[in-house]
């Protein structure tokens, strides 16, 4: 009589099989009727090397020994730690070891040897990473490592197949082919999130007639001139308004139509389709790139909904942009692709690789700044950042600024819709200019940031957070009332950077900011490409009063919808808050030079007849100091401005003002506004660009600490004399994800660390694999083999998911220490020992409740 296998065709005698399981060398062979007895000597559970007689595999064969009786006497068997399958010791191969040792495969014994210890300190993760949780940066680096020594060990000799060779070579590639499909990616999903905001933005205001589909730009091509451009009509003239007052009506009414309409639809696709589609994105793939993991945040339905959701939230007029939640799709793009390939679908560590990649594909798009991407994703978002993945994200940002150059989704052979380039060159006491709107921008990130969480705190605790699709309705309708009636609001955020950016030159006269009051001798000398400059004329006077009521309405509109429930990002208001104001300071600097040019200063740059200080590029400063006071970013964000203009030899007034406003704002607080929304949302995000100043020991953080009475006890789990039903309880009841295994409670010495959710995982498998496990069998987490009397229930064997080497320190480490090694090494928790005994436990969480907690203590503001 045989027994099958209840996972492979291999047959044993009766009463005598084995199940499998994933770890080969932790293999439970199980003898219903019997039990091993445990012998002092040597050879049991010694690894010799012998011929499998089942699969012909030269292999580590484990002895053990099975007691039948009394009488019988010892048997001795061998496990083949291959196909599991298991020979009494007298028909083993007697030639077996010399066979082993003429083989050419005899270098293979100790690759599969050294493979079986890595597993053994670091076990592979059985289970799935629950949501709310942060990964295990060490164990998934060395489930990375141990795949690639299979697959180099697999190709390694000249008799492997080619299809292991193949594999190799599949698998070295698979990393530059995952960043070249999410750049083309990243780079389709821009170009239509672009030409679809841009219709949808002109459409509130009007139609091509005979071809809707295009946008006012598209539709005046032939016109070479949108203001005579006679393919282009307003609602009003659609509609056969005649008089000026019925066409403003008309105009209006179907512009705060549209934009209520849009609005609602973008509402509606994030509450019932795609809620993760809400807000810019970047705190949430900030912290799940340093680990934390939250289950569809960038997955598919994510993709698709802010996709769908985005240009409607940018068309609808409200005071946010693209830029942003762009790195969230190209993040969707990332996930999605990297899926696809097992070396990244099955390791939360490469993946994150990966999504370094993406984000700087993101930024790539948003901005059409391939360098300045790749500095985006080092600098602000990433956490782990090798050198390769340096290589990998600078090749997925250019196939996504060369697949959206491509498509050319703004029509002017760029990248960007706000592309200006400067041919005057600046001069150096236009640096006090310069550190004045690094100023302002530094002010006003700290205001905005203020601010903006302050009523983010009061949208959570008042009745707002009841009725979040009425709140993006009301947005949207007050939005839309109070943007039309001024020419500065009306028009598209983007739309008023790029002009605001322009030089000033003959062609562009006839536009309020642009309409200097010129000498009648001077004009006739001047190109149309050359820079204007006069005195301040009516039109430039009414310009100024709109774009003050326009700066000013932007920053309260931007300050309560940032945090809707839409996709909402930062980039594109804060710059036009900037661009505003560093518009009328250059203005200003350029009407104070032309009134007193003969100062000596000023004479030698600007005398009679010559032109300087151009108002465009401190308005471009402008842009670049506000978006560092509210991101607290600086030299990716130099990088995309330069990327942004062409000029090189602007570098330093950006750099000046860029700096400015990162001291300003780091005087009222070292967090930028990703950071702060990151506190907000409570993620487990260790800052590793913050500095700890206080002189605590391990002891101080731990849980339980020995001074409060309060804490519950540590939960420890024994290495034996815990039935399953014990340990399954406190699974049950602890809110923990796992469990210092200890020798015993009394000595409470440190042998390993199990997961709550392996150990759950491990039990019912055993229960699956073998009908002699109870709830009343024994647990043992050490290699040994007790004496099992008969009768009595199976042993559960679980030393095969034991972690032997939990990351510990000793309790009077200091804990600026303890910070850096969860910093550098990604750990969920640390052992705290003393002297080999265990004391307690430090996780994430606890340090940044630390952290809080200390500098609420010390008056530290967020």
Known sequence: MVIRCKKCPFKAPAKIYHDSVLNWSEVIINYPSNYFKKKDDDNLGQETTHLCSKCGHMFAWLKTMQLRSADEGQTCFYRCQKCHHTDKEDEMDSDSDDQLLESDRFSDLAIEMSFSNTSRNHPQPRAKYRNYHSIDWLRELSKDKARHQ?????????????????????DAASGWIVVLLIGVASGLCAGVVDVTTKWLADFKRGICTGYFWLNQEQCCWTSYSTENCTEWKRWGEVFGASSQTSLFTADYFMYILFAVTMGAICGLVVKYFSPYATGSG??????????????????????????????????????????????????????????????????????REMLSAAAAAGVSVAFGAPIGGVLFSLEEVSYYFPLKTLYRSFLSAMTAAFVLRSINPFGN????????????????????????????GGLYG?????????????????????????????????????????YYTQ??????????????????????????????????????DDMIIGGLSPEIKRSITGLILAMLLYIALTIVTFGIKVPSGLFIPSMTVGAIFGRLVGLGIQQF??????????????????????????????????????????????????????????????????????????????????????????????????????????????????????????????????????????IKNAPYHGFPVVLSRSCMRLIGFVVAQDLQLAIDELRMQSQGITSQSMAHFTDTVPIQKPGE???????????????????????????????????????????????????????LYHIARLNSYSGQTD
Request: hydrophobic fraction near 40%; charged fraction near 20%; include cysteine.
């Open 593 to 730: 030079v032309l009134n007193f040019n003969h100062w000596s200063i000023f004479s030698s740059y600007c005398g009679e007849g010559q032109v300087c200080v151009n108002p465009g590029l401190y308005a471009m400063v402008g842009a670049a100091s506000t978006l560092s006071g509210v991101t607290r970013m600086t030299v990716s964000l130099v990088v995309i401005m330069y990327e942004l203009t062409g000029g090189l030899f602007y570098i330093v007034p950006l750099m000046v003002a860029t700096m400015t406003a990162k001291w300003i704002g780091d005087a009222f607080g070292h967090e930028g506004i990703y950071d702060l929304h990151i506190k907000l949302n409570n993620y487990p995000f260790l800052d590793s660009k913050t500095d700890y100043n206080y002189s605590n020991l391990a002891c101080d953080v731990m849980r339980p600490r020995p001074e409060d009475h309060s804490e519950r006890k540590l939960q420890v789990i024994t290495a034996e004399g815990q039935t399953l039903a014990e340990i399954e309880e406190m």
């Open 446 to 486: 700290a205001f905005f940031n203020k601010m903006n969480i302050i009523y983010c705190k009061f949208r959570r605790s008042s009745k707002l957070s009841d009725w979040p699709y009425l709140e993006v309705v009301v947005t949207c309708v007050a939005t839309a009332i109070l943007c039309f009636p001024n």
């Open 793 to 847: 229930p199976s042993i559960a064997r679980l030393s095969h998911i034991l972690d032997i080497a939990p990351v510990n320190v000793s309790d009077v480490t200091p804990m600026a220490l303890v910070l850096e090694i969860f910093r550098k090494l990604g750990i969920r928790h640390c052992m705290v020992l003393r002297h080999g005994k265990l004391q307690g436990i430090i996780t994430r969480k606890d340090i």
């Open 150 to 170: 299979r697959i180099n060990r697999a190709a390694g000799s000249r008799s492997s197949p080619a299809k292991d060779k193949i594999n190799k070579i599949v």
């Open 491 to 528: 028009m598209a955020q983007s739309d008023l950077i790029a002009m605001l950016f322009k030089t000033c030159n003959y062609e562009r006269w006839d536009e309020d900011i642009c309409h200097y009051t010129l000498n009648s001798n001077d004009s006739k000398h001047i190109s149309a």
């Open 413 to 440: 052979e760029h990248l960007v819709m706000f592309y200006s380039h400067y041919d005057e060159p600046w001069y150096w006491f236009e640096l006090i200019g310069f550190i004045v709107v690094g100023i302002l």
């Open 282 to 351: 970047i705190p949430e793939v900030k912290t799940i790139l340093s680990g934390f993991v939250i289950h569809g945040y960038l997955g598919i339905c994510t993709l698709l909904g802010k996709m769908f959701a985005l240009p409607l939230a940018v068309g609808a007029g409200l005071s946010l942009g693209k830029e942003g939640p762009l790195v969230h799709v190209a993040s969707c793009c990332g996930n999605a692709i990297s899926r696809l390939f097992p070396k990244y679908k099955y390791n939360q560590a490469k993946r």
